[in-house]
């Protein structure tokens, strides 16, 4: 079955240490996404890549930071510089502008 | 700035019953509407999606409405069953320079069916 994997589906941060998330796709979509979902807020975007070896920043890119060597992949490493990372996490794909975005069912973040 | 407002912010109904949701928002330029459904710990799945000349979508029991000159979306639930428990996430997105879109997301309606 075609989808979006995020892994691992929670982890543990110890202050001062960089954590990567993993994404993977296997619906050949050019483009991925990373959110952050905070309780009580809508999803807010932190990096987008519309094709390998691209990517651009969203909203609240501090902090973080992405690669896309891989179209069906796309990593996120919350780095040490991110104060406030717990937070739960989604990965999302798509074709094409008009068409839905299939997420992840996420990885969620806590601070030991 | 780019902003999508929901409301109610929660709701109960009793299984059987319809609801309707709303969406507000002051994305531009507009390229397309999306309403989701997350249910707790997972990724948010998508119910429709609506772009600019579309005013109605239907997906089984789930029928959105768009009027782009409110900038109003709504979600119309039929027969709510206990499994439509869940948040309910309206996105819209718009057009940047260089073709990329970026949805903008709503914080979502908490909606809870009792039996």
């Known amino acids: 079955d075609g989808g979006i994997t995020q892994s691992p589906k929670y982890l543990f941060r110890k202050e001062g240490q960089n954590v990567t998330l993993s994404c993977e796709q296997n619906l050949n979509h050019d483009a991925m996404y990373w959110y952050r979902q905070d309780p009580g807020q809508g999803l807010r975007l932190i990096y987008y890549s519309q094709i390998v070896n691209d990517f651009q920043k969203g909203d609240i890119a501090e902090g973080y930071s992405v690669s896309r060597e891989k179209k069906e992949s796309f990593p996120l490493t919350v780095t040490s510089a991110q104060k406030n990372p717990t937070a739960f996490y989604l990965c999302?794909?798509?074709?094409?502008?008009?068409?839905?975005?299939?997420f992840g069912d996420g990885t969620r973040l806590s601070i030991l | 700035k780019n902003q999508v407002e929901q409301s109610p912010q929660s709701l109960i109904i009793l299984e059987g019953k319809n609801c309707t949701l709303q969406?507000?928002?002051?994305?531009?330029?507009?390229?397309?509407l999306r309403w989701y459904k997350q249910d707790t710990g997972r990724g948010p799945v998508s119910l429709t999606i609506m772009t600019f000349s579309e005013n109605t979508k239907s997906n089984g029991r789930y029928t959105a409405t768009l009027d782009a000159d409110t900038k109003q979306s709504s979600l119309h639930i039929t027969a709510s069953q206990l499994s439509d428990s869940a948040s309910y996430i309206c996105v819209v997105s718009a057009v940047r320079t260089g073709g990329s879109y970026i949805p903008t997301f709503g914080r979502g309606t908490s909606l809870i069916v009792h039996p």
């Open positions: 999302a794909s798509t074709w094409g502008r008009n068409q839905p975005q299939h």
């Open positions: 969406c507000n928002y002051t994305v531009s330029p507009f390229s397309n």
